[in-house]
Protein backbone atom coordinates (compact mmCIF):
# COMPACT_ATOMS: atom_id res chain seq x y z
CA UNK A 1 0.00 0.00 0.00
CA UNK A 2 1.13 3.39 -0.74
CA UNK A 3 2.06 6.00 1.85
CA UNK A 4 0.25 9.10 2.14
CA UNK A 5 2.24 12.06 3.18
CA UNK A 6 0.92 15.11 5.38
CA UNK A 7 2.58 18.70 4.86
CA UNK A 8 1.06 21.37 6.89
CA UNK A 9 1.73 24.62 7.12
CA UNK A 10 0.04 28.41 6.46
CA UNK A 11 0.84 28.32 3.15
CA UNK A 12 0.58 32.53 3.09
CA UNK A 13 1.28 32.19 0.28
CA UNK A 14 1.99 28.87 -1.18
CA UNK A 15 5.63 29.17 -3.39
CA UNK A 16 7.61 26.92 -4.99
CA UNK A 17 9.69 25.96 -1.91
CA UNK A 18 6.32 24.21 -0.59
CA UNK A 19 5.10 22.86 -4.30
CA UNK A 20 9.07 21.42 -4.68
CA UNK A 21 9.57 20.12 -1.54
CA UNK A 22 6.21 18.02 -1.56
CA UNK A 23 7.07 17.07 -5.30
CA UNK A 24 10.20 15.42 -4.65
CA UNK A 25 9.05 13.89 -1.13
CA UNK A 26 6.20 12.52 -3.31
CA UNK A 27 8.54 10.67 -5.11
CA UNK A 28 11.58 9.75 -2.62
CA UNK A 29 8.18 7.92 -0.82
CA UNK A 30 6.07 7.20 -3.98
CA UNK A 31 3.07 8.77 -2.05
CA UNK A 32 0.47 11.06 -2.54
CA UNK A 33 1.19 14.10 -0.31
CA UNK A 34 -1.57 16.29 0.59
CA UNK A 35 -1.03 19.62 1.16
CA UNK A 36 -3.13 20.82 4.52
CA UNK A 37 -3.20 24.76 5.30
CA UNK A 38 -3.69 25.31 9.05
CA UNK A 39 -6.65 27.41 10.32
CA UNK A 40 -5.01 28.78 13.10
CA UNK A 41 -1.30 28.13 13.38
CA UNK A 42 -0.39 27.24 17.41
CA UNK A 43 3.51 28.28 17.10
CA UNK A 44 3.21 31.43 14.39
CA UNK A 45 1.28 34.96 14.15
CA UNK A 46 -2.34 34.41 11.86
CA UNK A 47 -1.69 34.20 8.20
CA UNK A 48 -1.87 37.60 6.26
CA UNK A 49 -4.52 36.07 3.62
CA UNK A 50 -7.97 34.43 4.72
CA UNK A 51 -8.65 30.69 4.67
CA UNK A 52 -10.44 31.25 1.21
CA UNK A 53 -8.25 33.24 -0.20
CA UNK A 54 -5.19 30.96 0.78
CA UNK A 55 -7.05 27.95 -0.91
CA UNK A 56 -7.51 29.32 -4.07
CA UNK A 57 -4.05 29.94 -4.53
CA UNK A 58 -3.32 26.69 -3.77
CA UNK A 59 -5.76 25.14 -6.14
CA UNK A 60 -4.54 27.45 -9.01
CA UNK A 61 -0.71 26.15 -8.17
CA UNK A 62 -1.78 22.13 -7.77
CA UNK A 63 -3.29 22.35 -11.62
CA UNK A 64 -2.47 19.89 -14.16
CA UNK A 65 -1.22 17.25 -12.07
CA UNK A 66 -2.24 14.61 -9.49
CA UNK A 67 0.69 13.87 -7.33
CA UNK A 68 -0.01 16.79 -4.56
CA UNK A 69 -3.59 17.24 -3.24
CA UNK A 70 -5.31 19.93 -1.18
CA UNK A 71 -7.01 18.97 1.95
CA UNK A 72 -8.96 21.48 4.03
CA UNK A 73 -9.60 19.68 6.83
CA UNK A 74 -7.67 22.19 9.24
CA UNK A 75 -9.39 25.26 7.48
CA UNK A 76 -13.21 23.16 8.44
CA UNK A 77 -11.96 22.98 12.01
CA UNK A 78 -12.56 25.76 14.91
CA UNK A 79 -9.51 26.22 17.34
CA UNK A 80 -5.59 25.95 16.79
CA UNK A 81 -5.06 23.37 14.32
CA UNK A 82 -2.98 20.70 16.03
CA UNK A 83 -1.46 18.08 13.62
CA UNK A 84 -1.07 15.57 16.42
CA UNK A 85 -5.58 16.21 15.88
CA UNK A 86 -5.43 15.74 12.53
CA UNK A 87 -2.99 13.18 12.51
CA UNK A 88 -5.76 10.98 14.42
CA UNK A 89 -8.41 11.51 11.69
CA UNK A 90 -6.43 10.83 8.80
CA UNK A 91 -5.07 7.58 10.90
CA UNK A 92 -9.03 6.65 11.31
CA UNK A 93 -10.30 6.89 7.95
CA UNK A 94 -6.63 5.13 6.60
CA UNK A 95 -6.65 2.36 8.30
CA UNK A 96 -3.05 0.83 8.57
CA UNK A 97 -1.80 2.59 5.29
CA UNK A 98 1.43 4.04 5.85
CA UNK A 99 0.96 7.53 6.87
CA UNK A 100 4.39 10.11 6.64
CA UNK A 101 4.27 13.78 8.71
CA UNK A 102 7.06 15.76 6.35
CA UNK A 103 8.37 18.78 8.22
CA UNK A 104 11.18 20.70 7.64
CA UNK A 105 14.37 20.19 9.58
CA UNK A 106 13.65 23.43 12.06
CA UNK A 107 9.99 22.61 12.79
CA UNK A 108 11.16 18.72 13.46
CA UNK A 109 14.07 20.29 15.42
CA UNK A 110 11.40 21.96 17.87
CA UNK A 111 8.95 18.88 18.03
CA UNK A 112 9.01 18.57 21.66
CA UNK A 113 7.48 21.69 21.68
CA UNK A 114 4.19 20.42 19.41
CA UNK A 115 1.00 19.97 21.38
CA UNK A 116 1.17 16.09 22.40
CA UNK A 117 4.05 15.94 20.14
CA UNK A 118 4.61 12.41 21.04
CA UNK A 119 1.84 10.67 20.33
CA UNK A 120 2.72 11.98 16.71
CA UNK A 121 4.65 8.49 16.85
CA UNK A 122 1.99 6.83 17.32
CA UNK A 123 -0.05 7.59 14.28
CA UNK A 124 2.70 8.38 11.67
CA UNK A 125 6.07 8.14 10.18
CA UNK A 126 8.10 10.93 10.42
CA UNK A 127 9.40 12.63 6.83
CA UNK A 128 12.72 15.39 7.64
CA UNK A 129 13.31 17.43 5.09
CA UNK A 130 16.77 18.08 4.45
CA UNK A 131 19.76 19.25 2.07
CA UNK A 132 21.59 16.52 -0.01
CA UNK A 133 24.37 15.27 1.54
CA UNK A 134 23.81 16.69 4.76
CA UNK A 135 23.48 14.63 7.68
CA UNK A 136 20.94 16.14 10.07
CA UNK A 137 21.53 17.25 13.60
CA UNK A 138 19.37 16.87 15.92
CA UNK A 139 18.94 18.53 19.45
CA UNK A 140 20.08 16.05 22.01
CA UNK A 141 16.85 15.48 23.52
CA UNK A 142 15.10 14.92 20.27
CA UNK A 143 17.70 12.45 18.87
CA UNK A 144 17.83 10.43 21.91
CA UNK A 145 14.02 9.96 22.03
CA UNK A 146 14.32 8.67 18.12
CA UNK A 147 17.39 7.18 17.45
CA UNK A 148 15.68 3.98 17.65
CA UNK A 149 13.29 4.88 14.82
CA UNK A 150 15.92 5.99 12.41
CA UNK A 151 15.36 4.19 9.02
CA UNK A 152 17.69 5.33 6.09
CA UNK A 153 15.77 4.35 3.03
CA UNK A 154 12.18 5.55 2.23
CA UNK A 155 11.04 2.51 1.16
CA UNK A 156 11.28 1.13 4.08
CA UNK A 157 8.26 2.91 5.81
CA UNK A 158 5.57 0.88 3.54
CA UNK A 159 5.96 -2.11 5.84
CA UNK A 160 4.35 -0.95 8.75
CA UNK A 161 1.94 2.69 9.33
CA UNK A 162 3.59 4.44 11.80
CA UNK A 163 6.68 4.67 13.92
CA UNK A 164 9.81 5.52 11.98
CA UNK A 165 11.37 8.55 11.14
CA UNK A 166 13.68 9.27 7.87
CA UNK A 167 15.89 11.63 6.46
CA UNK A 168 14.26 13.06 3.14
CA UNK A 169 16.57 14.74 0.88
CA UNK A 170 15.37 17.59 -1.05
CA UNK A 171 16.66 20.61 -3.32
CA UNK A 172 16.70 23.53 -1.10
CA UNK A 173 15.36 26.44 -2.29
CA UNK A 174 15.87 29.63 -0.26
CA UNK A 175 12.10 31.18 -0.72
CA UNK A 176 10.14 32.11 2.06
CA UNK A 177 6.92 33.40 2.50
CA UNK A 178 7.69 36.13 3.94
CA UNK A 179 9.93 37.04 1.41
CA UNK A 180 7.48 36.84 -0.69
CA UNK A 181 5.08 39.14 0.94
CA UNK A 182 7.33 41.61 1.54
CA UNK A 183 7.99 41.73 -2.32
CA UNK A 184 4.04 42.35 -2.89
CA UNK A 185 3.50 44.78 -0.63
CA UNK A 186 6.34 46.99 -2.42
CA UNK A 187 4.50 46.32 -5.26
CA UNK A 188 6.86 44.05 -7.50
CA UNK A 189 6.04 40.91 -8.94
CA UNK A 190 8.03 37.70 -7.28
CA UNK A 191 6.97 35.62 -10.95
CA UNK A 192 9.44 32.84 -10.12
CA UNK A 193 9.05 32.45 -6.67
CA UNK A 194 5.57 31.59 -7.03
CA UNK A 195 3.63 29.20 -9.00
CA UNK A 196 2.94 30.95 -12.08
CA UNK A 197 -0.49 30.49 -12.62
CA UNK A 198 -1.39 32.95 -9.88
CA UNK A 199 -0.67 35.79 -12.23
CA UNK A 200 -3.24 35.26 -14.59
CA UNK A 201 -5.62 36.49 -11.61
CA UNK A 202 -4.49 39.80 -10.11
CA UNK A 203 -7.38 39.31 -7.14
CA UNK A 204 -5.73 35.98 -5.95
CA UNK A 205 -2.64 38.44 -4.75
CA UNK A 206 -4.80 41.16 -4.04
CA UNK A 207 -4.33 40.23 -0.20
CA UNK A 208 -0.74 40.67 0.21
CA UNK A 209 -0.81 44.10 -1.58
CA UNK A 210 -2.97 45.94 0.72
CA UNK A 211 -0.91 48.04 2.70
CA UNK A 212 0.67 47.26 6.00
CA UNK A 213 0.59 43.68 5.39
CA UNK A 214 3.74 41.79 5.08
Known sequence: ?????????TFDPVHIGHLNA???AAALLDAEVRL???????HRASPVAGADERV???RVALRGQSRLVLDTRELDREGPSYTVDTLAVVRAEQGSRPLVL???EDAFAGLTSWHRWEQLFELAHLGVLTRPGDEPAWP???ANIVTHRRVADPAMLSG???GCVVALPVTPLEVSATRVRELLAAGREPRYLLPSGVFDDPSLLAPYRRPGHR
Open 140 to 142: DAL
Open 160 to 162: RPA
Open 22 to 24: AWE
Open 102 to 104: LLG
Open 1 to 9: MKPLAILGG
Open 56 to 58: ALL
Open 36 to 42: VPARVPP
